[in-house]
């Protein structure tokens, strides 16, 4: 694979992230991720929706689509049953992929179609200005949420899960060697994979809800972690406020694209003994 | 060919476009299931996979036609069918395609509206929404299907203005003739033209995804040709395939979208004509009306009513000079539709007075007859 940065940043693209944004850590880490497995770049479609992190696939140097809000998922789908031999990756944002496109996302962990979806989850909306989204914390503060959200956020892991992923795992932009190495699996197995990657908003949500600049927040994301295996060990109350990160689904199962490939042999088969 | 040698079926029209959009290429269907659609999504099912072809059930007309993009994309000719909210929930995704240009082919069976409606009943309530559904200036064709053989023929016309343009088109047809049953002919196989986009070529470091030669139309680079194809986006993009903010930019793409379809009109217009050498009142119909109109005619010429039709095939973009045209022709224009006025007003507009304009409304779900078309032909002459 060629040279990582030249990968993950075509030279003539302008970006626009804030300094101190959690999005060119994960993009970061997919690419040494792909580059890692030795991937080939003219195989992947790398496909974003909209929103801050919308804008990865622009500067990406994979075949690759900005797709409207919400919608990564049905052309991924496209592509990847028309070219089953194509490593199809989205990388979204928390609005995009579980509000406007929650129903997109558990009919393709329902189908466990081979795509691996990496979810930067920072808990808002960056772009459009700080409103409040189906991951930010009950009284948390956003600015279409100014006494406080009062509204349950989603555990996306388990939303997953609950749809019929077969590879879900979550990580911070503050562990990043652990990202990338959930990243690599998700890619590698054959079906449909989550990594949700928490992440700062120093601009938005970080300011906001006065946890401070991007340090500050990595700190506080780093602070709130716990692996999985010690959260088992504690009560839910004492889970209040953490970040429950690791490895919770990792399984096989019928994968939808080799599925219809043996469809399509046995409807070949039924028309051919048809014609005899 | 000997026309004995040709194929003869009795065939639905839903059935008929199914097929003819496997004549035509099309190897990737993805649809939701709604009436008066449904046929053509169950012909595809069945058809597709003995070809090796695809064929999604999506969770909703958004993801549908989403997939049919992605498909699209991968360099495989693909469509979605539905009808009335369906076409609706499509319009985000046909602004996409239009805008970031990818061929691909919705067919929308017009039923008795708004929303539920009457599922089983015809209208012509889309012509407006298939111009004007999506948000933003754009450019879009749609074609009116008026028979099971144009369901076929008009499907192969449809994929292949759509490849040949990069932009959706979109057939327009309604519930009479998505469930009628009639006798087509099929062409035979090797006589049926199939255009293909054109695919880029050459270093992929001297390939611009967005620079489109004299005739506006983008050599596509698809998913999996190896050109790490960079255009795909929906933001205001230059020549790289790079978003950009500069109003010039903005300009070029919005103009060059608009005129790759309407400097080559005379490509994309197709209409009919029928007995209008000595009409003095013309009947303009496009789709299921158009039968009526045919039954209408000659029994006014019986009565020695010099009537004529004109039937649009194309009626977007619609047929500005044509239409003008035929207004300096005839004295006076009835315009049936299963609308409450739809392309009755670009008709007027374009007739400009050189022609009276009649409107023919019938919202009921009941299709126009042939009865009621003489009536307003007695009425305005």
Known sequence: ?276 | MKSSEKKVVFIQGNEACAEGAIAAGVRFFAGYPITPSSEIAHTMARRLPPLGGVFMQMEDEIGSLGAVIGASISGTKAMTATSASGFTLMQEFLGYASAVEIPCLIVDIQRAGPMGGMATRPSQGDVMQARWGTHGDHPVIALAISSAAEMFNLTIRGVNLSERFRVPVILLSDEVIGHLREKIELPDPEEIQLVHRKRAQGPREKFEPLDAPEDGVPPMACFGDGYRASGYTSMIRNQLGDPSGDPKIQDFLMRRLHNKVYKHLDEILSWEEFHLEDAEIAILAYGSPFRSAVRAMKTAREKGIKVGIWKAITIWPFPDQPVRALAAKVSKIIVPEMNLGQLFYEVERCACGRAEVFPLQRVDGNPITAQEILKKIEEVR
Not at chain 1, 8 to 13: E, K, L, N, Q
Not at chain 1, 103 to 121: E, G, K, P, Q, S
Not at chain 1, 244 to 266: C, D, Q, W
């Open chain 1, 1 to 276: 694979m060629a040279n990582i940065a030249r990968l993950a940043c075509r030279p003539s693209v302008k970006r626009i992230w804030c300094a101190g944004c959690g999005n060119g850590t994960i993009l970061g880490a997919m690419v040494r991720a792909m580059h890692k497995m030795g991937l080939d770049p003219d195989r992947v479609a790398f496909i974003s929706g909209v929103g801050c992190v919308g804008r990865a696939s622009n500067y990406t140097d994979f075949d690759s689509m900005h797709t409207p809000h919400g919608r990564t998922i049905p052309p991924a789908t496209g592509i990847k049953m028309s070219r089953p031999d194509m490593q199809v990756v989205i990388l979204t944002g928390d609005g995009d992929s579980v509000a406007i496109g929650g129903n997109h996302f558990i009919h393709a962990a329902r189908r466990n179609i081979d795509i691996t979806l990496v979810i930067a989850n920072n808990m808002i909306y960056g772009m459009t200005g700080g409103q409040v989204a189906p991951t930010t914390e009950i009284g948390d503060l956003a600015t279409t949420a100014p006494y406080g959200n009062i509204e349950r956020p989603f555990d996306i892991c388990r939303l997953a899960e609950s749809a019929g992923a077969t590879y879900v795992a979550r990580s911070t932009t503050y562990h990043v060697l652990q990202m990338i190495q959930y990243i690599e699996r998700a890619i590698r197995n054959k079906g449909f994979s989550v990594v949700e990657v928490m992440s700062q908003c120093p601009t938005q949500y970080g300011r906001m809800n006065r946890i401070g600049d991007a340090v500050e927040m990595l700190k506080w994301l780093k602070e709130r972690a716990i692996s999985i295996e010690r959260a088992k060990a504690l009560a839910p109350d004492q889970l209040q406020g953490k970040i429950v990160t690791g490895e919770f689904v990792n399984l096989e199962r019928p994968e939808l694209s080799e599925e219809y490939a043996k469809l399509i042999e046995r409807a070949r088969n039924r028309e051919n003994q048809r014609n005899l």
